[in-house]
């Protein structure tokens, strides 16, 4: 079954400091791969997305993504945390056999002042 | 132009009663999906509606269905309410634009609504 996997449910990391959160599927066909970003009481905001093409895929905020394929990895880094950057973030996929988006269960980022 | 908006915000039942919660989409949006986030199950796909049909379905009892009108506006209704239906209820709304598509296509972005918190007591 496809799925979505993030590792660490909460990530807390110092101002300034470089955010990782990690995420890894399962797949036997290409995915679409998207970062959301969800504020408290808040929806869900696409922070980028991957679909073909260049592998590095720059989103909104300083984030960026980057597809590896021999790894079924979409890790979203940031080089330098701020404290607006307080959130929950998920991982999501979709595959072009099927409309619905599968997510991550999320993870939540803290940032030490 | 005007994100995707949900009516109402918070909504408090009891069990056993129903409830229809609703989404205007992008103006010019085609496609309406809904997702319920629980603490619990985290975000699952409820379904997706496109040109007044229902095109894609998650796995959810028919307790939970839903319809799309013709100027794209959705609504979703749940039926004998249980404890466990409290959650938030998000819609998002694509452009499936593509002349000769049957909804979203899955590289397409999805704008999300705030949601409806449903409270069941």
């Known amino acids: 079954a496809q799925s979505v996997t993030q590792l660490g449910s909460h990530v807390s990391v110092s101002e300034g400091a470089l955010v990782l959160l990690r995420c890894n599927y399962s797949?036997?066909?290409?995915?679409?791969l998207f970062w959301y970003v969800q504020y408290p009481n808040q929806g869900l905001q696409l922070l980028l997305k991957?679909?073909?093409?260049?592998?590095l895929v720059k989103g909104i905020n300083g984030f960026e993504a980057e597809f590896k394929k021999s790894e079924t990895s979409f890790h979203l880094t940031k080089p330098s945390a701020h404290m607006s950057d307080a959130a929950e973030y998920f991982c999501?996929?979709?595959?072009?056999?099927?409309?619905?988006?599968?997510f991550g269960s999320g993870t939540r980022l803290s940032i030490r002042p | 132009k005007a994100g995707v908006t949900q009516t109402p915000r918070y909504l408090i039942k009891t069990r056993g009663q129903q409830v229809t919660l609703s989404c205007s989409p992008i103006?010019?949006?085609?496609?309406v999906s809904w997702y319920q986030q629980t603490p619990g199950q985290g975000l699952q796909f409820l379904f997706e509606?496109?040109?007044?049909?229902?095109?894609n379905k998650g796995n959810f009892p028919g307790r939970f269905s839903g319809r799309q009108f013709s100027n794209s506006r959705s609504e979703m209704n749940v039926s004998t309410l249980e404890l466990g239906d409290s959650a938030l209820y998000l819609c998002?709304?694509?452009?499936?634009?593509?002349?000769?598509?049957?909804?979203?296509?899955?590289?397409?972005?999805?704008?999300f609504g705030p949601g409806t918190r449903l409270l069941v007591l």
């Open positions: 998002a709304s694509s452009l499936a634009s593509t002349p000769g598509t049957s909804g979203r296509r899955a590289g397409e972005t999805q704008y």
């Open positions: 797949s036997s066909v290409p995915p679409y």
């Open positions: 991957y679909t073909t093409g260049a592998t």
């Open positions: 999501a996929v979709s595959y072009s056999s099927a409309s619905k988006i599968i």
């Open positions: 103006s010019g949006h085609r496609s």
């Open positions: 509606y496109f040109s007044e049909t229902q095109r």
